[in-house]
């Protein structure tokens, strides 16, 4: 199946019907093909609202959750945004057309290699990813307006958090990685940190150091 425009409307509806309701993220979502992102036996599945294998072992996570963790970081056009877990490339994509630069990391440097080769043919120019154990950030980037972890931490990880612009907004899952996780959103504010519980999700877990391919 191509992203055409009745596999298009199909991908929106079910994304609006998941609350999903903001425009701009909307409009990014319509305009990246999720279908460049998976190889292989999975592709004909690349419109329906479900996570799929991708290589290493790790998964590209479900549209609307995409949807819901990009809205919530309410992305402005001059925002620096760090995603940890590049993963598929798919999230740092719908980042890019919202950011004005996206940095992104995995730990695994196939997954990063094979993330950059769709940004190159999709022209996406402002992203950078890095092969890197993103829980410890990016400390040469730093600070960020935003930050978005993809992988499920038992906390938000402290240099994440100190990488975090007052005023700033960071999503992350939190939970044992075997459980139900939650998905949080912090809020960096003068005097601390502010969290507020969005959801219940199910991601792969945050791993330390790198992989070994
Ligand atoms: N955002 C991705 C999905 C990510 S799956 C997408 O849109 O396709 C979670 C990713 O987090 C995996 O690719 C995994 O390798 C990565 N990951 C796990 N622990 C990590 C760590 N400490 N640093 C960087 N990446 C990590």
Redesign the pocket.
């Given at each position: 199946m191509s992203f055409d425009a009745e596999a298009k409307m199909q991908f929106l509806f079910a994304l609006r019907s998941k609350g999903v309701t903001d425009k701009a993220v909307l409009n990014a979502m319509e305009r990246v093909d999720r279908g460049r992102?998976i190889q292989g036996y999975f592709t004909d599945r690349a419109y329906d609202d479900m996570p799929l294998p991708?290589a290493?072992g790790?998964?590209?996570?479900q549209p609307s959750v995409?949807g819901l963790m990009t809205q919530a970081l309410k992305i402005g056009p001059r925002d620096k945004v760090l995603?940890?877990?590049?993963?598929?490339?798919?999230?740092a994509a719908i980042l890019s057309q919202l950011a004005r630069r996206v940095y992104t990391?995995?730990?695994?440097r196939r997954?990063v290699h094979a993330a950059r080769a769709v940004f190159d043919a999709l022209e996406l120019s402002n992203i950078t990813a890095f092969t890197?154990?993103?829980?410890f950030g990016l400390p040469d980037q730093a600070p960020f307006d935003r930050i978005i972890v993809?992988?499920a931490a038992e906390d938000p990880p402290g240099p994440l958090l100190a990488q975090l612009k007052i005023g700033g907004i960071m999503v992350v899952p939190v939970g044992q990685s075997d459980a139900v996780q939650s998905l949080i959103r912090v809020t960096r504010t003068d005097s601390g940190y502010e969290y507020h519980e969005m959801r219940p999700v199910r991601?792969?877990p945050?791993?330390?150091g790198l992989?070994k391919d």
């Amino acid at each position: 199946m191509s992203f055409d425009a009745e596999a298009k409307m199909q991908f929106l509806f079910a994304l609006r019907s998941k609350g999903v309701t903001d425009k701009a993220v909307l409009n990014a979502m319509e305009r990246v093909d999720r279908g460049r992102f998976i190889q292989g036996y999975f592709t004909d599945r690349a419109y329906d609202d479900m996570p799929l294998p991708i290589a290493c072992g790790q998964t590209i996570s479900q549209p609307s959750v995409v949807g819901l963790m990009t809205q919530a970081l309410k992305i402005g056009p001059r925002d620096k945004v760090l995603e940890v877990g590049t993963g598929s490339g798919y999230q740092a994509a719908i980042l890019s057309q919202l950011a004005r630069r996206v940095y992104t990391v995995d730990r695994h440097r196939r997954l990063v290699h094979a993330a950059r080769a769709v940004f190159d043919a999709l022209e996406l120019s402002n992203i950078t990813a890095f092969t890197a154990d993103g829980s410890f950030g990016l400390p040469d980037q730093a600070p960020f307006d935003r930050i978005i972890v993809t992988a499920a931490a038992e906390d938000p990880p402290g240099p994440l958090l100190a990488q975090l612009k007052i005023g700033g907004i960071m999503v992350v899952p939190v939970g044992q990685s075997d459980a139900v996780q939650s998905l949080i959103r912090v809020t960096r504010t003068d005097s601390g940190y502010e969290y507020h519980e969005m959801r219940p999700v199910r991601f792969v877990p945050l791993v330390e150091g790198l992989g070994k391919d």
